[in-house]
């Protein structure tokens, strides 16, 4: 009975302490702890109503059992930042994790019977797990936490859950390990098992979403080469327009000295009128003072030019930025994209977008809006419109999402008198 509560208690406070280490905490460290800690008392007092009080009742194993459940799975979302299934399947993990403890712990004391080598093997192996599982697999555990742009984890939920009725029922329910010793090879495996099916699996989602970032980064950097490319076809046009300009210019100045002499004022005028509409049909537009940003911009104006969107661009965008500006950049072009996608369906419409950039030091501010035709679903989580191409699209807009977080900005996507507005905003 000693063994049981002491090994019980060891096991919640490993619990507790995974909680706290692998989700990221929605309140001040020493409010997360203490509510860590309030769980861990819960548990331990459940044990004594299992254990000592109604000690062989199987109904009182149950109705413990499920209570524990919800407590251990209910502080995970009360203390972590983000409630959804991605939290849900951490604390499901963290049962598994220290139930493999636990079961370390029931074989060993079936192998030595002694409670001291028991306890110090148990904790052993409790802490060994925390640290392997700290230094492989928190990092990836808190960046997928952090991104509001991931789809939910339901499926991978099923993981943890398999394995813990597994472990139930290999080890406690209906029959204990301690009934079937012969069952030991077989739970250790299970327990390996587990261990190397999570770390795969949190590898393989790694993995996956670096190469879909890989993915992006070459799209965009293929847009911004089009965009760079474009630029020169237009200077070296402009340039050669220019050199026309110079050489006639002594035909011009030669005609105006003649109609000066005749009196022709009026032919002046529209003379003059001529040459200025020349200069400025060579003149290079420069829509901000960031290169990348500007080159991006360029590139998708000339696509709306072709396409008869008119788009009204304002745009204040310095010369350096305070974040990344490849990836600003990168959201511009998402959102623009879609608009100008929007808008060159119409047949009717006035194909039209307005666009409005403001980056200082101390804010950015993007504001979008265009007409629409077809009704606009919005995500019931994200709040970002839904892409018509059905799932697996809508990447852009999550790229988007996860700048805005990374930032620490606010998205805002509404429908007003037929105009789909969409802004971003952050200071910085």
């Not at 190469?211 to 911004?224: C, E, L, M």
């Not at 970002?384 to 805005?404: C, K, N, R, T």
Request: with cysteine; aromatic share 12%; net charge negative.
């Amino acid at each position: 009975m000693y063994y049981k509560n002491i090994s019980y208690t060891v096991s919640h406070a490993f619990l507790m302490l995974f909680m706290y280490l692998f989700l990221v905490h929605r309140y001040p460290k020493a409010k997360t702890a203490g509510i860590c800690f309030s769980s861990f008392l819960s548990l331990c007092i459940s044990d004594c109503l299992k254990l000592n009080i109604y000690q062989g009742s199987r109904i009182c194993y149950a109705v413990v059992t499920v209570f524990q459940i919800l407590v251990t799975q209910l502080t995970g979302l009360l203390i972590s930042r983000k409630r959804d299934s991605r939290v849900l399947f951490m604390g499901l993990s963290a049962s598994n994790y220290v139930i493999a403890g636990s079961i370390t712990a029931t074989i060993l004391y079936i192998w030595t019977e002694n409670m001291f080598i028991t306890m110090a093997g148990s904790i052993v192996v409790h802490a060994g797990i925390l640290v392997i599982l700290y230094f492989r697999i928190r990092d990836i555990c808190l960046c997928y936490q952090d991104r509001d742009s991931v789809k939910g984890w339901w499926e991978l939920c099923l993981i943890p859950v398999f394995f813990y009725c597994g472990f139930s029922s290999l080890v406690y329910f209906p029959y204990t390990l301690d009934d079937n010793p012969q069952n030991i090879p077989g739970v250790i495996l299970f327990i390996l098992t587990m261990f190397v099916s999570y770390v795969v699996v949190l590898r393989y989602l790694q993995s996956e979403s670096e190469r879909a970032g890989i993915y992006w980064k070459n799209v965009f950097f293929s847009s911004y080469i089009k965009g760079l490319e474009g630029q020169y076809f237009l200077v070296e046009q402009s340039e050669r327009n220019l050199k026309i300009l110079r050489h006639d210019m002594r035909h011009y100045f030669s005609m105006i000295n003649s109609l000066l002499e005749q009196g022709e004022y009026d032919e002046i005028g529209k003379l003059i009128e001529h040459v200025n509409a020349i200069s400025d049909e060579n003149k290079i537009i420069k829509y901000c003072d960031n290169l990348i940003t500007n080159s991006i911009v360029s590139h998708l104006l000339e696509r709306a030019h072709k396409s008869g969107v008119h788009v009204q661009m304002e745009a204040a965008v310095p010369k350096e930025l305070p974040f990344n500006e490849y990836e600003f950049a990168a959201v511009i072009a998402n959102l623009l994209e879609n608009a100008i996608r929007c808008a060159e369906k119409f047949e009717v419409k006035e194909k039209c977008v307005q666009v409005k950039i403001d980056c200082t030091a101390d804010h950015v501010l993007i504001h979008i809006q265009n007409e629409y035709e077809k009704e606009i679903l919005f995500d019931e989580q994200t709040g970002l419109p839904q892409s018509e191409a059905g799932h697996g699209h809508g990447i852009g807009m999550q790229s988007v999402q996860a700048f805005s977080d990374k930032i620490g900005g606010n998205i805002g996507c509404y429908c007003e008198a037929g105009i789909f507005h969409m802004m971003l905003f952050a200071k910085i």
